[in-house]
T-cell receptor
Framework: ETGVTQSPTHLIKTRGQQVTLRCSSQSGHNTVSWYQQALGQGPQFIFQYYREEENGRGNFPPRFSGLQFPNYSSELNVNALELDDSALYLC??????????????FGPGTRLTVL | QKEVEQDPGPLSVPEGAIVSLNCTYS??????FMWYRQYSRKGPELLMY????GNKEDGRFTAQVDKSSKYISLFIRDSQPSDSATYLCAMKWHTGNQFYFGTGTSLTVIP
């Protein structure tokens, strides 16, 4: 069974650019959540996707957007990058239906640096 | 006030010690409580999760939830150097899809 994978591992962008991060969910998991983890902080919920629809969103501006594909993989897109967007971006997948996902399995993350 | 409060440490203990990690929370609607371990520059790894109040044991790890006090704990017995990591608590509502995390406690177990 393959776990959650994310790409790329590291990324360096400049302020104002756009970035796309990718996530492949664990086999059999149909729900994907994205988190932002700043240095020394816990993960902050960005949004969740279930069956290709956004299903809940945290306190992040609209320049953070996402997609989920029929194979349950997902993308996180961030437009107009700001310095404060520098963080580890984590993808987590869950089995079962939305709202009953009590276990999340995280990928290794993508470390984004905005200069 | 943050939804979930966790002492960031750092916490340093000798090998073999019992470690106690704690979180407090403000939202009484939280029903599911999780503990994750995160090694440096890695994603969090689920250790345990519990529903509502009570204890749950898994090997050297014991999770406790006291909903009346809005307080959860993770105990690690016979701590090992390989337990050195950041420990994150997380919680969610019964039907909610958002997990709320603490800031994490950094633990070092000294051989």
């Amino acid at each position: 069974e393959t776990g959650v994978t994310q790409s790329p591992t590291h990324l360096i962008k400049t302020r104002g650019q756009q970035v796309t991060l990718r996530c492949s969910s664990q086999s059999g998991h149909n729900t994907v959540s994205w988190y932002q983890q700043a240095l020394g902080q816990g993960p902050q919920f960005i949004f969740q996707y279930y069956r290709e629809e956004e299903n809940g969103r945290g306190n992040f501006p609209p320049r953070f957007s996402g997609l989920q594909f029929p194979n349950y993989s997902s993308e996180l897109n961030v437009n107009a990058l700001e310095l404060d967007d520098s963080a580890l971006y984590l993808c987590a997948s869950s089995p079962g239906t939305s709202g009953t996902n009590n276990e999340q399995f995280f990928g290794p993350g993508t470390r984004l640096t905005v200069l | 006030q943050k939804e979930v409060e966790q002492d960031p440490g750092p916490l340093s203990v000798p090998e073999g010690a019992i470690v106690s990690l704690n979180c407090t929370y403000s939202n009484s609607a939280f029903q599911y409580f999780m503990w994750y371990r995160q090694y440096s520059r890695k994603g969090p790894e689920l250790l345990m999760y519990t529903y509502s109040s009570g204890n749950k044991e898994d090997g050297r790890f014991t999770a406790q939830v006291d909903k009346s006090s809005k307080y959860i704990s993770l105990f690690i017995r016979d701590s090992q150097p390989s337990d050195s990591a950041t420990y994150l608590c997380a919680m969610k509502w019964h039907t909610g899809n958002q997990f709320y995390f603490g800031t994490g406690t950094s633990l070092t177990v000294i051989p």
